[in-house]
């Protein structure tokens, strides 16, 4: 039995974004605003925020600019993620996921930007 895709309403977030790697035992910069995400494993201190507020010394991977699957959407919802990744995948478009309490952010390279923004539309998601 194959389950309805969902369709996600996205909403694009202003700037430029990168993903950096810092060693496990970094502490979090303090002056970061914006959407940022944290993620702290044994192996590394991994935040995604704003290019201009790049942690000095970090491994930085960019620039990528972020879709905001807003919600809130309920925890058994699935195959939201899916949804945004299929058909950027099957184009060869690299993605980065970060997920909230209430929503998911798709993030690909900035350079790639327009080309995603086509292929979530034609997929039947709404853009804004």
Same mark, same amino acid.
């Given at each position: 039995?194959?389950?309805?895709?969902?369709a996600?309403e996205l909403?694009?977030l202003?700037?430029d974004?990168?993903?950096?790697k810092?060693?496990p035992?970094?502490?979090?910069?303090a002056?970061l605003?914006? +959407?940022?995400?944290?993620?702290?494993?044994?192996q590394?201190?991994?935040?995604v925020?704003?290019?201009?507020?790049?942690?000095d010394?970090?491994?930085?991977?960019g620039?990528?600019?972020?879709?905001?699957?807003?919600?809130?959407m309920? +925890?058994?919802?699935t195959?939201v993620?899916?949804?945004?990744v299929?058909?950027?995948?099957?184009?060869?478009?690299p993605? +980065?996921?970060?997920?909230? +309490?209430?929503?998911?952010?798709l993030?690909?390279?900035?350079?790639?930007?327009?080309?995603?923004?086509?292929?979530?539309?034609?997929?039947g998601?709404?853009?804004?």
């Amino acid at each position: 039995m194959t389950l309805p895709v969902p369709a996600v309403e996205l909403h694009a977030l202003p700037g430029d974004y990168v993903i950096v790697k810092l060693s496990p035992s970094s502490q979090v910069p303090a002056d970061l605003n914006g +959407f940022v995400s944290v993620t702290r494993t044994p192996q590394e201190l991994s935040i995604v925020c704003p290019d201009a507020l790049a942690p000095d010394g970090a491994e930085p991977d960019g620039p990528w600019k972020a879709l905001y699957a807003s919600g809130p959407m309920p +925890f058994g919802l699935t195959g939201v993620v899916a949804s945004l990744v299929a058909p950027l995948s099957s184009a060869g478009c690299p993605v +980065f996921v970060t997920s909230t +309490f209430d929503g998911d952010v798709l993030m690909v390279p900035s350079a790639k930007y327009d080309q995603t923004r086509e292929l979530l539309r034609a997929a039947g998601h709404t853009l804004h």
